[in-house]
């Protein structure tokens, strides 16, 4: 394509290197200056919109002449048929792969997404999609049993949605550490690019597009974690391109959520009420802005019906309502869900899946360990007993917790945690020598802190850096240990000193299973653990 000088209206044209449509141009009403250092020809101010896909609609306005590097392209025109046209059954074949590969949104006796995606898809898997196509606006729980595939279900959905034009702006909200399986997982199977918003995205578009850029409408396929999603600074950032107050939030914003683990985005159902959470917080604003939402979870149910029911309207909230009982038939119109031990077998009866045995491997802990678990619970008892108020026994609850927990994790695990409570309570007793006393959290910070260590992370250090600003604001609410808890930690550390170094009961335990089963006699097996 030829380069012109100053493009027309509606001309492709490159400037800044990106690409865009001309809307309008203006001739300047100042004449060329003939004076040294002066204008010396007429200049034009050229709006543009962008046409690429991570800036769609993005404006733009440029004095051509001066802009470095720009051009405008010809425009294209349709090719003469200089050597003839085309025979008849090579247009006949044309014209049948453009209507098979044609869908209509009226249609719901035919797809397109199994024929478009890299799978081998099983006949349970088109369920959810023969639903969606079904529905007038897409309101799916998908609630299979794990390892059936919820994944390759819902990409099926997203593609046959794309294919028929009825979605476009897409959103995949998931725990951080399934990211780049979303991401993986739609590229490789449905041919379709996804990115992940987090803060490394957000510090790349501020360098290559300016401050100002909105993460959230740079690409019409994202993916995020709901834990990044539910801060501060992103939740701004999506209020940004919502509707403001008193403006129509029709025709939506964006086409369809997907909502991966979901049970994580469910009110916690603790006590006769069920408490929005920072996540479900998130969700409840979002969700009005979607024509379309997917939710996909593996346990729908966490044992408390208001919890379950408000998570079924987070879903549609025009058949299910907070605190009332769903109703059978408006739940199984919007929830698939499918067991292992439920699916016929296979055409030739053979079983779908091999069959899940439970074993448990039995640990005989030495006389030493179990002192020390001896230990640590009279500790707890102790701590417990002596708590002053609701605040220091909420702090005691969880940092007494989390010692148990890596207790039976590893003695690695235990000495450090141990040696971070440790530190923080000798810091908290100089300060009160000193009487400079430390500042301590309120209820309501600490909460905060401590379900950032609830969160999901993508990266251990994240996670470890996270519970350990939690062990210190906990550990500040402690009273001053008496003699005995004293003496009880120091025992406590010192077996942690030695017994990190040298493998627990359960390491060896462990190891010798596996060497029965998939190193029988010295000799590796075919047996593969997972």
Known sequence: MSIVNVPEQGQLVEVRQRRFVVTEVTKSTLPPSTLPGGIERLQHLVSLTSVEDDALGEELEVIWELEPGAHAYDQVVLPEPNTGFDSPHRLDAFLDAVRWGAASSADVRSLQAPFRSGIDIEDYQLDPLVRAIQMPRVNLLIADDVGLGKTVESGLVIQELLIRHRARRILIICPAALQIHWRDQMRDKFGLEFRIVDSDLMKTLRRRRGIHVNPWTHFPRLITSIDFLKRERPMRLFREVLPAEGES???????????DEAHNVAPSGRGRYATDSLRTAAIRM???HFEHKLFLTATPHNGYAES???LLELIDNQ?????IAPDRNQLQAIMVRRLKSELPPRWDGTPRFPPRQLEAIEVDYTAEEKEVHTWLQRYTQLRRKNAANATEKFATEFVLKLLKKRLFSSPAAFAATLEQHLNSLASATRSETKKTKLRTPSLGI????????????AED???EEATGDAVEASTRLFREP???EQALLQKMHRWAEKASHRPDSKTQTLIRWLHQHIKPNGDWSDERVI
Request: charged content about 30%; cysteine-free; aromatic content about 16%.
């Open 249 to 259: 939030m029709y025709p939506r914003r964006f086409d369809l959520m997907v909502v």
């Open 461 to 463: 250090d994240i996670y």
């Open 482 to 484: 008496t003699a005995e």
């Open 319 to 323: 058949r299910f309502a907070r605190g």
């Open 308 to 310: 379950f029911s408000a």
């Open 286 to 288: 979002l969700t009005p």
């Open 446 to 457: 600490l909460r905060q802190q401590i379900a950032r260590v609830e969160e999901e992370y």
